[in-house]
């Protein structure tokens, strides 16, 4: 069962939200869904760190959370998170195979888990929390088989992996609170994910490898150490991989104002425009919003006292900076971003740096 602690202080009673059903009343099959996407599967502890952390792959159209594996029907969350139900935490990934293979999100999949864990995932103890791969041909059986294999004979793990294989059956979509809860409950579902351990638990034993996944399907990658070493300066490496922060005003973009576009420093991935550029008065660059919300990563960051939410670049994994709540409408965000994890691009040279489709920002 989740960590009451955790739980306690994150979830108030979800008819305090206006949530009053327990049961979706229908087995996610019976829904209909676009006919070019595939299905797949997992289970791995908490469904809404699994769900948040598939609907960050391109190629991934959804994601659901929901109970399966056991013999009950229509179960509901509280009867699944005492146990007795065989049912399992999972989440269904509804995924275009044009843009993402299965075997890609295998990949991605053993990067949110820890796959020695027979007794469930991090802080949540149970059954109904350990992690299973659920298949739904023999195509997929074939490459989860072979994914785990890969995965044993890598010798990233000391102890055996002992996550289940089994043929995918009826699939129960969670109570609605309980989807997109990263989303619609943030500070909540932040609070829990760090709390929880997981993600200390990925970063020691993935460490540079944790997001491969996203970066080796896109044009934009991150290099490796050693090559960010060589391409870096001291300063952009200490912020960029070591979370570090440079000093206020004395920093290359604080006051740029020339007009373009400004990318990850490491992957060159685009990230803000100068339109939503404002002066916060800070002295870092400050913007309302990014070109694309898809291109930035929140998370948590407890290293003052008073928890902030640090931003990331999606493939190059770079420390940003901060997001704040104080920023100038439409949206009332301020993203304060380090100068020495940007490079910037002047709208002249969008076509030549390998921009093009951004020269419609700044069209008259």
Known sequence: ?????????????????GCSESIAGKPLEMQKMDDKLELATFAGGCFWCVESDFEKLEGVQEVISGYTGGSVDQPSYEAVSAGGTGH???????????????ETLLEAFWRQIDPTDSGGQFV?????????????????????????????????????IVTELQAASRFWRAESYHQDYYKKNSLRYKFYRYRSGRDQFLRKTWGDELHPVTSSHSKY???????????????QFRVTQEEGTEPAFDNEYWDEKREGIYVDRVSGEPLFS????????????????????????????????????EVRSRYGDSHLGHLFDDGPEPTGKRYCINSAS????????LVEKGYSELEALFRE
């Open 124 to 160: 949540d103890r149970g059954e109904q929390y350990r992690s299973a791969i659920f298949y739904h041909n023999p195509q997929q059986q074939a490459a989860a088989e072979k994914s785990r294999a890969a995965l044993a004979s890598s010798g990233r793990f000391d102890r055996p």
């Open 88 to 102: 399992l935490e999972a989440v269904q990934v509804y995924y275009d195979p044009q843009r993402i293979s299965y």
């Open 221 to 235: 990658r991150k290099p490796d150490q050693a090559e960010l070493r060589q391409q870096l300066t001291p300063l």
């Open 1 to 17: 069962m989740r960590s009451a602690l955790l739980y306690g202080v994150m979830i108030l009673i979800p008819l305090l939200y």
């Open 274 to 309: 100068s339109h939503d550029k404002y002066d916060s008065g800070t002295g870092w660059p400050s913007f309302s919003r990014p070109i694309n919300d898809a291109a930035i990563v929140e998370q948590q960051d407890y290293k003052l006292i008073i928890p902030r939410t």
């Open 342 to 349: 940007l490079r910037f691009v002047a709208k002249e040279q």
